[in-house]
Nanobody
Framework: QVQLVESGGGLAQAGGSLRLSCAGS????????MGWFRQAPGKEREFVAA????????AYADSVKGRFTISRDNDKNTMYLQMNSLKLEDTAVYYC?????????????????WGQGTQVTVSS
């Protein structure tokens, strides 16, 4: 399995921006489809965005479409989530995940490796 470490979380004001990073190690990063999920207190983990192995296909949850952008740089073994126009309801712990499927996948069942999560808090 690939090891994943998220970074870039923190506190932002509503309407502001944050950029999350997910660094992979241990295996060839380009062998994996990747995704971002989030979990707010008292709620189930939910899909945010996903990207295929080379970055030319992406998918987004309706709640973040048009505001968030997922990307990856396989040379740097890193995936990103650019979050703009943040809303209070974006507050959650954000997790990156890797799938043995190289295509875009959007459900947790298809992801085999997970990071430890990074907290994103949006304030008014």
């Amino acid at each position: 399995q690939v090891q994943l470490v998220e970074s870039g979380g923190g506190l932002a004001q509503a309407g502001g921006s944050l950029r999350l990073s997910c660094a992979g190690s241990g295996r060839t990063f380009s062998n994996y489809g990747m995704g971002w999920f989030r979990q707010a207190p008292g709620k189930e983990r939910e899909f945010v965005a996903a990207i295929n192995w080379n970055g030319d296909e992406t998918a987004y949850a309706d709640s973040v479409k048009g505001r968030f952008t997922i990307s990856r740089d396989n040379d740097k073994n890193t995936m990103y989530l650019q979050m703009n126009s943040l809303k209070l309801e974006d507050t959650a712990v954000y997790y990156c995940a890797a799938s043995d499927y190289t295509i875009v996948v959007v459900t947790t069942d298809f992801f085999d490796s997970w990071g430890q999560g990074t907290q994103v808090t949006v304030s008014s």
